[in-house]
Structures are given as C-alpha cells and as structure tokens.
C-alpha cells in the first residue's frame, strides 16, 4: 500500500504500525510515532491499523542542551 512516511511516499506491505515500523527499519528503535496526526504509543503500534494513503511521522528523540 502507499503510505506517506516523514512527507516521502512510500510504497510498504504492512497491515499496522508496528509492521510498518520493522519494514523502515525501526523495530527496536525508540521513537515517537504519528499517524494521521494522531499521537500512537508504543503500546498500541499493533493495534493501529493502516490504510493505503496514511500519513506517518517518525520522530527519534534528541538530547542536547
């Protein structure tokens, strides 16, 4: 399905986030996550099913001062 990742189209065989997520590479990673401009936890990655035309912003945390 087409998905819009961080504004680059993207074309991704993944029924939910958490899928989607270990598809880009993000697995393990600790990030914060988006779809449709709705917050998603962590805890609820597999349950956030996807749709062809989602919009998901990946957001890795900072440090610094």
């Known amino acids: 399905m087409?998905?819009?990742?961080n504004g680059?189209?993207?074309e991704l065989e993944a029924a939910d986030l958490?899928?989607?997520l270990?598809?880009?590479?993000?697995g393990d990673a600790v990030v914060a996550t988006a779809?449709?401009?709705a917050f998603v936890?962590?805890?609820a990655r597999e349950e956030t099913a996807l749709t062809d035309g989602d919009r998901i912003e990946i957001v890795?945390?900072?440090?610094g001062g």
């Not at 890795?60 to 440090?63: A, G, H, K, T």
């Open 2 to 5: 087409k998905l819009i990742v």
């Open 8 to 10: 680059s189209a993207r």
């Open 18 to 20: 958490a899928a989607a």
């Open 22 to 26: 270990a598809a880009l590479d993000y």
């Open 35 to 37: 779809v449709n401009g």
């Open 41 to 43: 936890p962590a805890r």
């Open 60 to 63: 890795s945390p900072r440090q």
